[in-house]
């Protein structure tokens, strides 16, 4: 903000916006309902520069644009690509560009509050695990959210099913996609089940309805499962991964609005 000195709600207010790299004008009304740019907002074309200055923006640097052309003007109603800055394993997916005034974040990272409470009871229980591993089923690859391994070298899958695995209001359902996106999820369900089984792996499902770290502490004592010699109730840093333990300073970051550098 250039100068700023509060006159009234109708006043015009002066702010700089980064990608535009110049100074404009804007009503503190406006400004305070969080309609941010009004060049931004336009539906006009961007320059692909203009793209990757506002994701830089609008996620705090959470998230990068990939595969943009600098000097190539792109229409409002185009998509563009964004990869997470704090997981490497996440993909590449795409946004909106008129959306991105609304703020950008990783839809993986959005999605993963229950996940998080998965790790963080494994960690407190001295459990070494790992995240989204791979497999591959007929030709289709997939992720498994958490694997642990028992003394006897046999494989534990746990998957946690957060809201998008049960209903369809949490996917565009406007349109009509929140029904077909709940069936794809529910194939790429069946389908993780069914490798589980072919390879007599146990596979078990949480809720986020259910106390999920309660539950991860049931499967834990019942189990035979390796742990680390020394466990520090805390969540301490040095028992996580050097992958994970940024990513969980990250998260703390990202909670507190902090920007990612």
């Known amino acids: 903000y250039i100068d700023f000195e509060y006159k009234g709600s109708k006043n015009l207010i002066t702010y700089f916006c980064p990608a535009h790299n110049g100074n404009y004008e804007q009503t503190y009304e406006s400004h305070l309902d969080g309609k941010g740019c009004g060049i931004c907002k336009l539906r006009k074309p961007k320059t692909g ?12 640097g959470f998230v990068k644009a990939v595969g943009i052309d600098k000097n190539k003007k792109y229409k409002s109603t185009a ?7 704090v997981h490497e394993w996440h993909k590449v997916h795409e946004k909106n560009i008129n959306k ?3 703020g950008v974040k990783c839809s993986f990272c959005n999605a993963s509050k229950y996940e998080l409470i998965a790790y963080q009871a494994l960690h407190q229980l001295g459990i070494p695990h790992d995240i989204e591993q791979q497999i591959k089923y007929k030709g289709t690859v997939h992720y498994i959210d958490i694997v642990i391994k028992e003394k006897n070298n046999n494989l534990v899958f746990i998957e946690i099913d957060g809201e998008q695995h049960s209903s369809d209001k949490h996917w565009g359902n406007s349109k009509g996609h929140g029904k ?4 794809k999820i529910k194939k790429r ?35 035979n499962f390796k742990r680390v010699s020394k466990i520090n109730k805390k969540f301490p840093p040095n028992l996580i991964k050097t ?3 940024i990513a969980m300073k990250i998260h703390e970051m990202y909670n507190n609005n902090e920007k990612y550098d």
Not at 49 to 60: A, E, F, G, T
Not at 79 to 85: A, E, G, L, M
């Open 243 to 245: 992958r994970e333990r």
């Open 180 to 183: 077909i996106e709940l069936i």
């Open 189 to 223: 369900d069946r389908q993780k089940n069914q490798y589980a089984k072919s390879k007599k792996i146990e596979l078990i499902r949480i809720s986020y309805k259910e106390n999920i770290k309660e539950k991860i502490t049931s499967i834990i004592s019942k189990g």
């Open 49 to 60: 520069k203009q793209i990757i200055k506002l994701v830089d923006h609008h996620s705090n």
């Open 100 to 102: 991105i005034y609304r």
């Open 79 to 85: 998509k563009y690509s964004i990869k997470c800055n």
